[in-house]
């Protein structure tokens, strides 16, 4: 089924504001309001620009499609994606439970993996979704 205008509108809003939003909460896109306490790599920016396009991707398919099952995936996947790029100590709910030192030696090195989790979520929808035709 051909994307319609709408759709593809939807697609293109859902991937700018989850990369702008995202970006600039975890830091990724600089503002003069915070800095990241940890560094950025590439991987990060691979992991936000590929959750935000398929993010986009995801709603762009959803707007074409009367009934879909497959959101919470979705949801989950962008979750992931978010917590793949972000700073976990930034964030101070999680510092308060636990340590910076905890957060640096246990959650830091895994990010990684959400981000994996991520792209593995909304790309396993997308495909399942196109192979079976809704």
Known sequence: MQPTRDAVRNGL???GGFFVGTGIVTGLVPTPFFDRMVSHSALD???LLLTSVLAGAYAAQRSTLADCS???CAYGGAASGFFAVSCPHCN????ALFSSSWLA???DPIRP???VLATGLLAG???TRR???G
């Open 13 to 15: 809003l859902v991937a």
């Open 45 to 47: 920016y691979a992991f």
């Open 70 to 72: 497959g959101d919470y």
């Open 92 to 95: 101070a709910v999680l510092v």
């Open 105 to 107: 030696a246990y959650v």
């Open 113 to 115: 993996l959400f981000g």
């Open 125 to 127: 929808i997308l495909y």
């Open 131 to 133: 192979r079976t035709g």
